[in-house]
């Protein structure tokens, strides 16, 4: 026992040197691609094994996007579990944390109460109709948050509870490593989702910035890279990072041309509660109709147009690719930063060639806070139908004082007729 308590007393004064190793993760590659690439050089071959994986990623993707809003939820959540997942993993292993009492338990169980909070807020907010008509449902949301106070104090409770003696500190760290990760997975997580009610275009767009920077970066490194870009990231360079940047630019505006012309990607995602089905119907706003816009007068001699139609969404599009491409790249930084301090190559071996899930969504939770704060920033609006949807929750007497008011002050900026009154 004293033995581990000075081992516990050092572990804040350990040097990156002094981490322990993880374990290296094993090989998930397929046997057929080991056979069919066993003749290449172990950068071409991992060139290939990227490039087929990414390939069939992507397919994925796009049939989960026919499929509609609610599997893209669900891809969401499925993809926030399994980051959680990982990072949750790392700290066990590192930490040699697997017989502490309760913890691994607990950890999930914070999970299911912030999703719990979260996902509820956002049944409230979109689906206020539906709860309308269900007394049980009216419950939870009533006292939604205070139920999931309960929840987390009960957890809080029982991590007090399971405290013990000469792992005091083991378990606060682990403590600690659980909330941030909760921070980075779930709260980031519920923005992606937040971004989707607003239209999938605010979803499609970002997120396909973020691959089509990953992938173009690592085309122009690996045929071009010469000039290391930051030390995190050896295998990262200049002529990587400014070839994707541009690649970037160019995809996310002709993109956002494609999808701004349809009702599909462009509405605000809504649920019918007569049919129990979201819907993507609308008259598109201002931002997905075509206008002419002038060429300023230095790119009309190299373009030779005066004019241009464009929608003003790929306006937008290029603060979202801008993002993407300069400040995205950040999130994977921090993750470098991350596993060289874990001592680890990647979160996982889930994909082949790619290493864990959160290997590659290490940006898009960066992009999404940023999607998130510039819509709210720079694009939305006041909301009848979310506003109506909340007046309809109230009760008749509320209604009619919401009436009587509202009455009142169209009256006096003279939008009704005084003969109306009464």
Same mark, same amino acid.
């Given at each position: ?29 397929? =046997?057929?691609? %080991? %056979? ?194 930051? %030390? ?6 200049? =002529? ?29 995602? =809504? ?152």
């Amino acid at each position: 026992e004293v033995d581990l308590e000075e081992r516990l007393h050092e572990l804040d004064l350990r040097s990156d040197s002094d981490i322990p190793d993880v374990p290296p993760p094993t090989d998930s590659t397929p =046997e057929i691609l %080991k %056979k069919a690439l066993s003749g290449l050089s172990a950068r071409w071959k991992n060139w290939w094994i990227r490039g087929i994986l990414s390939l069939a990623m992507i397919s994925g993707f796009f049939l989960i996007i026919y499929l509609g809003s609610f599997m893209l939820m669900l891809l969401v959540l499925s993809i926030q579990v399994k980051c959680y997942h990982e990072i949750i993993t790392i700290g066990y292993r590192v930490y040699h944390s697997y017989d502490l009492p309760w913890f691994r338990s607990l950890s999930w169980y914070f999970l299911l109460c912030v999703n719990y909070f979260f996902y509820g807020e956002t049944v409230a907010d979109y689906f206020a109709t539906f709860v309308q008509r269900r007394e049980q449902l009216q419950f939870l949301i009533r006292y939604h948050r205070f139920i999931s106070f309960a929840l987390y104090l009960t957890g809080f409770c029982m991590f007090v509870l399971s405290l013990v003696k000469k792992h005091y500190r083991l378990q606060f760290y682990m403590f600690a490593w659980t909330h941030v990760t909760l921070l980075i997975t779930v709260t980031q997580s519920h923005l992606v989702i937040q971004n989707l009610f607003e239209g999938m275009i605010w979803f499609l767009v970002p997120i396909s910035s973020v691959i089509c920077n990953d992938i173009t970066a690592y085309i122009f490194g690996f045929f071009f890279g010469r000039t290391p870009l930051i %030390k995190l990231s050896p295998k990262k360079t200049w =002529e990587g990072f400014i070839g994707g940047f541009f690649s970037t630019v160019v995809f996310g505006f002709i993109f956002s041309y494609f999808l701004a012309q349809h009702q599909y990607f462009v509405c605000p995602v =809504e649920y019918n509660s007569e049919t129990n089905r979201f819907v993507t119907e609308c008259e598109p706003s201002e931002l997905f109709q075509m206008k002419k816009y002038s060429v300023p007068p230095l790119l009309q001699a190299v373009l030779g147009w005066e004019t241009v139609n464009m929608y003003p969404f790929q306006m937008h599009s290029f603060a979202l690719s801008t993002f993407a491409s300069l400040i995205g790249p950040f999130g994977g930084f921090f993750a470098s930063g991350f596993k060289r301090a874990f001592k680890i190559k990647d979160f996982a071996d889930t994909i082949p060639g790619h290493g864990g899930i959160m290997d590659r969504f290490d940006c898009q939770y960066l992009m999404a806070t940023f999607v998130h704060v510039y819509i709210t920033s720079f694009i939305r609006g006041p909301n009848p139908s979310k506003l109506l949807k909340q007046l309809l929750i109230l009760q008749p007497e509320q209604q009619l004082s919401v009436y009587k008011t509202l009455k009142s002050h169209l009256v006096e900026k003279g939008i009704l007729q005084p003969s109306l009154r009464g």
